[in-house]
Structures are given as structure tokens and as C-alpha cells.
């Protein structure tokens, strides 16, 4: 099959080599043609433009920062659905907004495009290993038709029903994400500061039902380490976060910690820290109570 993948940061570039891997015809497209290089030499073909590598293919999959670069990629003058002949099939998989992506199917119906939202986690690691979670909205005969190649980047692929729906999860994950990482942060200072063994401390949430992948995972592998080259960096994380709070806005929730979270990282942000990994939310912690929070 051919398909396009616009956006090769850490996340597209696994998924376009997991489909060369696979021996479909990849077009790719980045604002930074330098980010697809390896992709280049792998077979991948350039495209000048997301209008030019939809006419060129029958799949287009898109991988991007968020709502402003999802928006002018599909709907922009040299966007997807200005080159997309009828029966493509658009893949948005960046985490942007419910009505973004509800505008921008219903654009896509207008010309005889379908489109499908299916952000996704796992991160990094699970495009490298094509171990993604997709959570998918949008018609399920479309899905279907895709189905093989999602398959071919991720064992597990939610359809949760119209377009928006998957969006709103993902945003809901990634709310329970970024809680989770501010309460471990919390808890680990106040052990440092008393003065416990921090591996002590580490071993024993890790083995209850405290214990999850944020604890055992993210920090571990990286904030726990003195390690804040990013993976998922602070700024994209606070972006995610202000999406959650606008949804929350208009639904009428109250999003508590969803708040906090968006304090605490704002101060992170302030320090020069938004470009290191999300985890970085814990070094104003060690900065104000002179702990270090390390787990050898």
C-alpha cells in the first residue's frame, strides 16, 4: 500500500520505518527534512508538502505536535485534503482537541475523504517496537480497511465510537498520567527530606497497588536517574494538559488536580525546563528543599 507519514519526530519516523519494515511504499514529510534522513536511505520517498504526498498515496498518517500543526496539515492551502482524492483515508494520530478533529472529518466528508482520529501511548518505545495503543474514532468500515497497517504499528487498537471519541480518552489518559507523576513527586521529596533510603521507598510502592508504569517506567528509567533527556518533553505535556482543562471548561467538570498539574508545570516552564522530559515537574521540588531524589 502507499502511504504517507507527515510529521517524523520520535514517534512518526518508528512508525514510517515499522511500514517500509513491513514493505508498504512510504512518502514522508516534515517541516525538518533532516528528521527523515535515515528514512530517506531506508526507501522512504520525499514529499514536498502534506498535499503532495495525500496525492501521492492512498493512506496518509499523520504524527504532529498538536492542535495549531494537526489544523494547517489537514485544512492548511497545501494541506492533506487539498491533494486527497476521494477514498483516501486520513490517520490523524497526534493528541489535539475533540472539535478539531470533528471539524476536520467533517471537512474531509465534504470532499469524499474519510478520517479517522487514533492517537495513541505508549510512547516512543511502543512505535519502535510497533507495540502502540491506538484509540480510534471514526467510522468502523474505514477502520477496518486500515486495519492492517495499524496493526503493523501497534497490538492494540481501541474503536471507541465517532470521531472525538478518541481524542477525549487519550486527553483523559494523559490527565491520570501527568497526577500520578506530580503525587509520586511529592511523596519521593518528603521521603528524601525525612531522610529514607529512596530505593526502600521505591521498592515498596513499586510492589503495592500504588505502583504503575508512571512509578516504575518513566520515573524510574529516567527522573529517579538525573535523566531529563526527553522523551516526551514538559512542553508537549503542558500542551496536553490546557487541552484537558478547555474540555473541562466546556463541559462543565471540575478538574482539580488537572489544575495543580497545570500550576506546578507552569513553574517547571518558568525555570527554563520546558524543553527536558515531563518528569522534569520534580526538580523545582529538589531545588526548594536542597534533596536530591535519586533511586540507585
Known sequence: ????????????????????????????????????????????????????AAEATEVTIASLPGPVEAEEVALGANGVLAGAARGHIYIDTSTTYPGLVQRIAARAAEKGVD????????????????????????????????????????????HLGPVGSGTVLKL??????????QAFAEAFALAAKFGLDLKQVYDLLSSTRVGNGVLTDMLANRAFKGNYEPSFTLDLAYKDQTLIAQ??????????????????????????????????????????????????
Request: aromatic share 4%; hydrophobic share 45%; charged share 25%.
Open 1 to 52: 500500500m502507499r502511504i504517507a507519514v507527515i510529521g517524523t519526530g520520535r514517534i512518526g519516523s518508528r512508525m514510517a520505518m515499522n511500514l517500509l519494515k513491513a514493505g508498504h511504499e512510504v512518502y514522508v514529510h516534515d517541516v525538518k527534512k533532516e528528521s527523515a534522513g535515515l528514512l530517506l536511505q531506508n526507501g522512504a520517498k520525499w514529499a514536498e508538502g502534506p498535499a503532495k
Open 115 to 158: 478520517m479517522l482520529e487514533a492517537p495513541l501511548t505508549r510512547g516512543v518505545a511502543g512505535a519502535e517496537t510497533g507495540t502502540l495503543c491506538f484509540m480510534v474514532g471514526g467510522d468502523a468500515e474505514v477502520l477496518r480497511k486500515v486495519q492492517p497497517v495499524l496493526e503493523v504499528l501497534g497490538d492494540k487498537i481501541l
Open 172 to 181: 483523559i489518559n494523559n490527565m491520570v498520567c501527568e497526577i500520578h507523576v
Open 247 to 296: 474540555l473541562g471548561r466546556e463541559l462543565g467538570v471540575p478538574l482539580y488536580f488537572n489544575a495543580m498539574v497545570l500550576q506546578r508545570m507552569q513553574d517547571a516552564r518558568a525555570r527554563g525546563l520546558g524543553s527536558k522530559d515531563c518528569t522534569a515537574v520534580l526538580l523545582p521540588l529538589e531545588e526548594l528543599l536542597k534533596v536530591k531524589i535519586r533511586v540507585e
